[in-house]
């Protein structure tokens, strides 16, 4: 397992020259700002700039498959930074980012799609090709319908992070003070947490009622379908990412290479061989977990260890999907766009 050798992040968002910062303009934008933080300071990268090889393949061998990552041609002619990806399918995905940001892949190519705001994008997620929500900067929310991207009334104003469902009346979204919304197919609503925070990065389920959302500080919360409750992470390293496979099978990740695992009683630490900081993940099963971060880390966990993967680039990685056993997205600073495909 590769170990990279880089500091561990501090991170302390009442000293911004301390930060790289990711995007342009991306320090009045302070929930942005804090969410990048997880995955892109001067102490640990530099943000690198998008490789000009755009067809690049870089070839590995993984513990179950000989596959490659291939770089794919970005769209948008600025480059901006692609903050998560998400999809129905592998010919069905879009990815969201900074300046209102939305691309679309059909299994062929990545085209822009009209997304109606200039705001930064930071989450995605849907129930269907025809029924798609995007969040982000200033309480924006966009619905897709199948043929245009529209404005959402959200009821707030602080800038939201990621965004999650169980159903298409049953979807959560969370951002910067602590904020946590949920929309029950007219309307969105703020939820009363009781827990003091600077804000949330991520969040994810397995039901209306079974729902985890981690954020600075090391705070993890589980809600019941009732009321939001305090978990015991056993880091103050901040969270940065959620996914499961279940609801004892789940796990976190974040700053100084911080992977814990949640067996439905616990949360415990995991070695994950990097201290850069990660802040995407998602699987297809127990066995099979992408994790990405800083400096081009790729994770992957085969339900005994997590082994470092080769990238093929240093830019800092924001967002992993995978729609199947080892069919793989990520996206990232300079609007990097990876793809992973078993062959």
């Not at 102490?43 to 179950?64: E, F, G, P, Q």
């Not at 099963?285 to 085969?302: E, N, R």
Request: with cysteine; aromatic share 10%.
């Amino acid at each position: 397992m590769v170990r990279d050798g880089s500091k561990k992040a501090v991170f302390d968002i009442t000293r911004p020259n301390q930060l790289l910062l990711v995007g342009e303009n991306i320090l009045k934008k302070l929930f942005i700002l804090s969410l990048a933080l997880i995955l892109c300071t001067s102490t640990i990268v530099s943000c690198a700039t998008l490789s000009k090889n755009k067809s690049s393949t870089i070839t590995y061998t993984s513990t179950t498959s000989t596959s490659d990552w291939v770089s794919q041609k970005d769209p948008d002619p600025n480059q901006n930074v692609l903050y998560a990806v998400w999809g129905i399918s592998s010919s069905d995905v879009f990815a969201v980012g900074a300046k209102g940001t939305i691309i679309h892949y059909d299994g062929n190519v990545w085209s822009i799609m009209p997304s109606d705001t200039n705001y930064d994008l930071s989450g995605v997620w849907g129930t269907s090709s025809s029924d798609v929500f995007a969040v982000g900067y200033q309480g924006t929310v966009l619905h897709y319908d199948g043929n245009t991207w529209s404005q959402v009334v959200s009821g707030i104003s602080v800038d939201l992070g990621r965004v999650w469902g169980s159903s298409s009346s049953d979807i959560f979204t969370i951002g910067r003070g602590g904020a946590i919304l949920h929309y029950d197919g007219n309307t969105w609503s703020s939820m009363n947490i009781n827990v003091l925070e600077n804000g949330f990065f991520d969040l994810w389920g397995t039901s209306s009622s079974d729902v985890f959302a981690g954020g600075m500080g090391g705070i993890i919360l589980h809600y019941d379908g009732s009321t939001w409750g305090n978990m015991t992470s056993g880091t103050t390293n901040a969270i940065g990412g959620i996914w499961g496979n279940s609801s004892s099978d789940v796990f976190a990740i974040g700053d100084g290479g911080t992977i814990l695992h949640y067996d439905g009683h616990k949360w415990s630490n995991m070695p994950s061989g990097t201290t850069n900081p990660i802040g995407g993940i998602w699987g297809s099963s127990s066995s099979d977990v992408f994790a990405i971060g800083a400096g081009g880390t790729i994770l992957h966990y085969d339900g005994h260890k997590w082994s470092n993967v080769p990238s093929g680039t240093t830019n800092t990685l924001m967002s992993v999907w995978e729609s199947s056993t080892f069919n793989v997205f990520v996206v990232g600073d300079g609007g990097i766009i990876l793809h992973y495909s078993a062959q």
